[in-house]
């Protein structure tokens, strides 16, 4: 089973959650009446959580429960000119984030080398078929890239725009889910080249990029986003 590319991720969101703690700490001891409830039960029972887009809108779950998932990432061929393994890289990330909010994955080596196997592959439930897979997410990329726009060198804000869905093996590969992509990250301010590598930039971009894919698939907490900011 694949293990997650960055073991510091959730030590940073828990550190934002104890963050939100803290100042709900400071609020309850200025405020009274119904608004310490809230902040009361907010310290007990943590950060109200977010229902996963996929669970709200079919009735289904993928997490903790014996159904498998495989993922797989299209790029156009013009994409891959400046971004060779960007099909590979996006899955990857992706179903590492699932693997670790106990969501039961196909490893995407296995996945990767069948495609390479099955260049003509078409449908997803071709994919599912052949590794006994219940979905297949597809993630379908249109652009991707790394630099602030208008700022070819200097400033890293990467963005991705696409698409995810989800096809149900089950009822012959039917699409079951979509999604619209859009995605920008750091969220408001971009970051300077001189202060990291292209490499270690594109790393935490795809990080992030799997985190929100994630998010429609695997409960998330009001406050995720926050370090996301620069």
């Known amino acids: ?35 310490q409830l809230v902040l009361l039960g907010y310290l007990i029972g943590g950060p109200p959580s977010i229902e996963p887009a996929f ?32 099909d590979d890289e996006v899955a990857a990330q992706v179903t590492y984030r699932l693997f670790e909010h106990k969501v039961k994955v196909v490893e995407p080596d296995y996945i990767r080398a069948w495609v390479d196997e099955h260049p003509d592959w078409e449908l997803a439930s071709e994919i599912g078929e052949a590794f006994k897979a219940d ?29 995810v869905h989800v096809s149900d ?8 889910f979509s999604k619209d992509l859009e995605f920008a990250y750091p969220t408001r301010v971009p970051r300077s080249a001189y202060d990291q ?9 795809l990080s992030r990029l799997a985190e ?12 995720d986003e926050i370090s996301w900011a620069n």
């Open 197 to 205: 590598s292209l490499l270690t930039f594109k790393r935490d971009y």
């Open 55 to 86: 669970d709200a809108e079919t009735g289904l779950t993928m997490t903790g429960v014996e159904k498998t998932v495989a993922v797989v990432c299209y790029a156009p061929t013009e994409l891959k000119w400046n971004f060779p393994n960007i």
């Open 135 to 163: 979905y297949v997410i597809e993630i379908e990329l249109e652009s991707f890239s790394l630099f602030e726009e208008g700022n070819s060198t200097s400033l890293y804000r990467g963005r991705t725009a696409g698409f």
């Open 169 to 176: 093996i089950s009822k012959d590969g039917e699409r079951i």
């Open 1 to 35: 089973m694949p293990s997650a590319y960055h073991p510091l991720a959730a030590v940073r969101r828990g550190l934002l959650r104890l963050c939100g703690v803290a100042a709900c700490l400071a609020c309850l001891f200025s405020t009274s009446g119904c608004s």
């Open 212 to 223: 929100k894919i994630g998010y429609m698939f695997h409960e998330s907490y009001s406050g």
